[in-house]
């Protein structure tokens, strides 16, 4: 499966690269060799990022190899798929000479429309009425999801997100998995359980491990959440 989407990343990104290099043909031959390295460094670091991930490198260095990589991985996904369609488009259109940056336009503009997206999570609320018999008129259930704590969301969007939580007053908190996102390492190196011990439910707090808590190691996930009120 990891070489099936290894395999596919690397196509989308050859296919970007050649269609790159067709845009900026008429560039010098250092240009080019500069527009090859950065683009291929890029496209690299995600990959690298992943097999570091146990590796307690500086903070800093670790956050930017993982969102670089992170963004330049959703920005393969959508660049492939728009390109597409501007590339089919162009059999109908012949004259349209700009579908690369037509693509990249709008390939930008959902990039920031989803890391918007991604530091303002919503708060939805669900009205469920059970005939099934229960002490008290009302529970008030707290469902979190694919918080990914790591490189990507670090200790200050942790606290923000607990407030969030918090805020809701509920009796039950339930987590249905990748509260973690690729290595426990950075979650530790930041103390992550200090904000994660803040958060209250007195019916409480339970969580079913996602694929990511699995790529994190388990073993050391679980260790990690005994230092905390959840319970695996």
């Known amino acids: 499966f990891f070489l099936i989407i290894l395999g596919a990343y690397l196509a989308g990104n050859i296919y970007i690269f050649v ?40 903070t800093a260095i670790a956050k930017a190899m993982f969102n670089l990589g992170s963004i330049w991985m959703v920005f393969t996904l959508y660049m492939v798929l728009t390109l597409i369609v501007f590339d089919c488009a162009r059999i109908f259109i012949p004259t349209m000479r700009w579908g690369f940056l037509y693509a990249l336009g709008l390939t930008a503009a959902l990039l920031i429309y989803g890391y ?56 039950l908190i339930l987590i249905s998995g990748d509260l ?32 990511h808590e699995y790529i994190s190691k388990i073993g050391e996930v679980e260790k990690f959440l005994n230092e905390t009120p959840i319970t695996l």
């Open 19 to 58: 269609r790159l290099m067709q845009l900026v043909s008429g560039l010098a031959l250092g240009w080019k060799i500069a527009v090859s390295i950065l683009f291929w460094a890029l496209a690299s670091l995600l990959m690298i990022s992943m097999f570091l991930r146990d590796i307690p490198l500086p």
């Open 116 to 171: 918007y997206n991604y530091r303002h999570p919503n708060i939805e609320q669900i009205d469920i009425t059970l005939d099934k018999p229960f002490i008290g008129k009302e529970i008030r259930i707290a469902a979190i999801s694919d918080v990914h704590l790591g490189n990507g969301t670090d200790k200050r969007a942790l606290q923000r997100y607990i407030d969030m939580i918090n805020a809701q007053n509920p009796d």
């Open 180 to 211: 973690i996102d690729n290595s426990i390492t950075p979650v530790r190196q930041q103390r992550m359980e200090e904000e994660l011990r803040e958060l209250k439910a007195p019916m409480g707090i339970y969580m079913a491990a996602g694929n």
